[in-house]
Structures are given as structure tokens and as C-alpha cells.
């Protein structure tokens, strides 16, 4: 803060447990990846190597190593994981995951099938190693779980072994928790908040309407991630009451006679 001013919500500081942000870089260089720590670190906590870029990012360990030095956690998306569960080359991914010195790591299955043990085993096994964020729900239109399988699945992942489970929605915010036209799946929502600590779910939102939901919903301190580098501050002023948006949410009931 530049200026104390009253009435802003307290955000979590420092290594978060909860109130995470996760920025998701689709192939950022290593100078763009510079600028945005120089103006996002402060509110940024993971950083996802997007689908399967970490095989095509140039200067691959360098930039791991770049958001490591600034307290980020990067990791690479689920689509590579599965990407090599697919082909049966699951301790060539631990390799992988090692030479470019990744401590995070994501277990997926949206694209592929994959029976749900095989997935809690991996879990299991990577998280005896890595910090493990499980994502749940289908990247591919048409394929639905139920309500209670989302809540089941999250669960028992978290009791394997996951640090955080993630609500997929893809980048574009239009499967998973939303709809194709990115509203969101409330009666899921609701299923999964009744059962699970809102601070193990971190909620991918690419979409502002979406991050104001879910910050009107839950307060500033939500996950919520698949946010664009040039989305992170704006995601920050939105949490603090410092946009239209939430302006009002974060003000007790005196000045809510000046709302509009």
C-alpha cells in the first residue's frame, strides 16, 4: 500500500497458505517474466507453465529459477503430466520435473481417461517428492461429472496427499464450474464449499465477472487462479475493494448510504 487507507480488507502476506493467486504464463520470455516480477510479485503465489509449453519454453531452468528467486512457485500444467501418463512415461516426467528443478507439481486428468486410482497413486507418489496440486473436472465439452464425484474425487485427493485441489474451467473460463458461456455451475459451487475447506480449492477464474463471484462469495482471500500476467494487480485492487466491482463489499453498512 502506498497510503493506509481504512476499511481494506486484510489479504494474507508473505508464503500464503491461502489467498493464493496463481498467474498462468503461456510463454512468457525471460525478460517479459523479469518485468512481471518487478510489478506482480508481491501479489502472485504460483505460476503455471501453461498445457504442455514447459516442453517448448526457451531457457526453461532459467526462468523456473527466476520465479523460485522471487518466492514464486511455478509448475507446469496438467496437460504435460498427462501428456506423459498417456504414453507410459511417468518417471521420465519425474525426470523431467527434476532437470528443470520444479518443487510444484500438477496431477490431471481432463484430457485423457484415467481411472481415479491410478490418479491417487500418482498423488501419492509425487507427493511423497513435490508439493501436489490435483485438478479436478473434464477439458473436454461433454464430459460431466456429477456433483457428489467432484466432491468425492476432491477428498480423497486432498486425504492422498494434495496440497491444493483445483476446479478446472480451462483458460477460456467455459467448462468445469461454468458453462460455455462462462456463467458459473452454482449448484456445484455450493456442493463442493458444503464439503471442503474453501482454502484447499483453489477456483481457476481467467474471467473478471468470475473473480468477482467468488470474492463477493468467499471474501478477498479466495484461490483463485489462470489469471493473465497483466490481470495480476488488476486481480488485486478487485479483492481490496478498489474497483467498482467490490467497491462497496468491503465498506461496513455506514457508508453504504453513499452506493449508487
Request: hydrophobic residues 40%; aromatic residues 10%; glycine residues 8%.
Amino acid at each position: 500500500m502506498n497510503f493506509t487507507l481504512n476499511h481494506i480488507p486484510d489479504r494474507t502476506s508473505g508464503e500464503r497458505s491461502y489467498g493464493l493467486t496463481m498467474m498462468m504464463d503461456k510463454g512468457l520470455s525471460l525478460k517479459e517474466s523479469e518485468h512481471f516480477i518487478d510489478s506482480s510479485t508481491p501479489y502472485t503465489d504460483l505460476v503455471k507453465f501453461g498445457f504442455g509449453t514447459a516442453l517448448i519454453t526457451r531457457d526453461l531452468k532459467e526462468k523456473v529459477q527466476l520465479y523460485q528467486s522471487a518466492g514464486l512457485k511455478p509448475y507446469f500444467g496438467g496437460t504435460l503430466f498427462e501428456m506423459f501418463f498417456v504414453r507410459g512415461q511417468f518417471d521420465d516426467y519425474r525426470r523431467f520435473l527434476d532437470k528443470a528443478g520444479i518443487r510444484n507439481v500438477e496431477v490431471s486428468d481432463g484430457t485423457i481417461k484415467m481411472e481415479h486410482d491410478e490418479k491417487l497413486e500418482c498423488i501419492e507418489l509425487l507427493a511423497k517428492d513435490y508439493q501436489v496440486l490435483s485438478e479436478i473436472g473434464s477439458k473436454v465439452k461433454g464430459v460431466e461429472l456429477t456433483n457428489d464425484v467432484w466432491v468425492s474425487h476432491m477428498k480423497t485427493e486432498l486425504e492422498i496427499g494434495a496440497w491444493k485441489v483445483i476446479a478446472e474451467a480451462r483458460e477460456s473460463g467455459t467448462i468445469g464450474i461454468y458453462d460455455s458461456e462462462g456463467k458459473a455451475n452454482s449448484e456445484l459451487i455450493e456442493a463442493i464449499m458444503n464439503e471442503i475447506s474453501v482454502n484447499d480449492v483453489l477456483w481457476e477464474a481467467p474471467l473478471k465477472s468470475q473473480q468477482t463471484m467468488f470474492i463477493k462469495m468467499l471474501g478477498a482471500n479466495v484461490n483463485l487462479g489462470n489469471i493473465a500476467p497483466n490481470e495480476v494487480v488488476s486481480l488485486e485492487a478487485l479483492r481490496c475493494g478498489m474497483r467498482g466491482d467490490t467497491f462497496f463489499d468491503v465498506l461496513p453498512e455506514e457508508f453504504q448510504f453513499r452506493k449508487l
